[in-house]
Each structure stands twice: as C-alpha cells, then as structure tokens.
C-alpha cells in the first residue's frame, strides 16, 4: 500500500478534516500577528489596517478587531483615534518590572505540577541546541529570536499549571522584541553563545528529572540577560563595550 493509499483509508476512517473553527482561525491569526511584531516585522510606528488584514487572511473585519483588541491588551499595539491601530514602542527600561517578575516565575517553572519530560521531548531541546550550533556559525538576529521563541515554548511544556504558563508567555512576548531591538548593541556571537549554554544546562537538569534546577537556571539566565541589556542600553552600537563581570 502507497502513502497516498493510506492517507485514504486514514481519512475514510476519520471522515473529512473538520474546518478550522472561529476561535482556532482568531488564534492563528492573533500568532501571526504577535510574531510579526515580536520579529519587527511590523516595527514600532507601523500602521495596521483591518481592511488590509482582513483581506489577507479571508475574513471579516469583525475577528481582525478582536485579535487587535487582544494585542492592544498585551501592549503589542495602541489604538489611536482618528489614525486607527499603531505598533507601540518600548525600551529596557520600561520593562525593568517586567523582567523581575519573570525572574521569580521562572522558579515556578519546577514547582508547579512539573511534567516529565520523555524521550522525544529531550530530544527536541537537543535539536535547537544543534541549530544553536548551526546558526552561531552565520549569526542572524531573526534565527537568534525565532530559535529563543521555540525554547520557550519548551520551557512552558514543563509545567502543567496552565495560569503560569499564560502569564509566563504574555511577558516573555512583551520583551521577546527589545532582545532583538537591542542585539547590534549586544552581540550576536555573545547572545549566541550565552543562549546555547542555557539550552545546555537546562538539558542536563531535564535529563535526570531536575525540575528545580531548570527554574533556578533558567532565573539566572533571564537575569543575566536583563543586566547585558541595561549595560549596553545606551551604546551607539560602534562604542566599545564595557568589560563584562
């Protein structure tokens, strides 16, 4: 039997794919769009349209405006009357709080209902540290935050309390974009570099069941990280570095 004989007897079985429902298409769109942002695609000053949006994706304008509702609530966008929906801009140092609070919700990572991690899970960390290794070899800022993103999700997979992990995810997206704002003035290698050795340490703690170490390594990796930015939050990107501690 062919693969095209079984993807037939599979849908026979099954029946026809179910359409995507109203909710899952308002989902994807509102990823779509989050990440666009996150990536500067959009960058800050973009103007979005809900003609144009709509248009794009097949729909009305009516689930447009909700995802766009949805991300002015998570300080992705601002509504502005009279020229419709900008792309806000942030520094590091709006985001100080920000940071601190996912310092200490990272530790929850290994307190709250932990899920053990199988096989093809352990696996998948080791992917993205290869692709680390991949991409440190031709450093690119979009490769370096698409492949921080995947690691994340990771992460969240950890834990079973679904309340963290939306918390979680709403803050990591609201810094995910100053990451790569500031990268010419941090260092591409340097990121790369410090990145791959989270991913590593935290595959080693995974790999015996440490769920308490992964929430400690993973603070002090986001610490560490907040203290590169505010060190360099205000090189031109030509002026030499400071020493590192």
């Known amino acids: 039997m062919t693969r095209n004989d079984d993807a037939v007897t599979e849908q026979v079985m099954t029946g026809p794919a179910r359409p995507p429902s109203a909710r899952e298409r308002s989902e994807r769109i509102y990823k779509i769009l989050r990440d666009r942002i996150c990536l500067l695609d959009y960058p800050p000053g973009s103007h979005l349209s809900e003609e144009e949006l709509a248009q794009e994706f097949e729909v009305s304008r009516t689930p447009v405006r909700r995802v766009l509702a949805r991300l002015e609530s998570e300080g992705l966008v601002q509504s502005v009357h009279g020229v419709g929906t900008i792309v806000t801009d942030v520094d590091i140092e709006e985001l100080e709080q ?14 709250l209902s932990p899920i053990p991690r199988t096989a093809a899970d352990l696996d998948r960390i080791r992917a993205l540290m290869e692709r680390c290794d991949a991409d440190i070899l031709s450093p690119d800022q979009r490769a370096f935050l698409r492949l921080n993103m995947d690691f994340f999700y990771e992460l969240s997979a950890m834990t079973g309390n679904q309340p963290l992990r939306d918390i979680s995810e709403r803050l990591y997206i609201q810094v995910a974009r100053v990451v790569l704002k500031m990268m010419p003035r941090l260092g591409l290698v340097e990121e790369f570099t410090a990145f791959r050795r989270e991913i590593e340490e935290v595959l080693a703690a995974a790999e015996i069941g440490d769920w308490a170490s992964i929430g400690h390594i993973r603070r002090a990796h986001i610490s560490m990280s907040f203290r590169r930015m505010m060190l360099h939050r205000n090189d031109d990107g030509e002026a030499s570095r400071a020493p590192k501690a």
């Open 98 to 111: 920000v940071y601190h609070l996912r310092m200490e919700l990272a530790e929850l990572i290994g307190k």
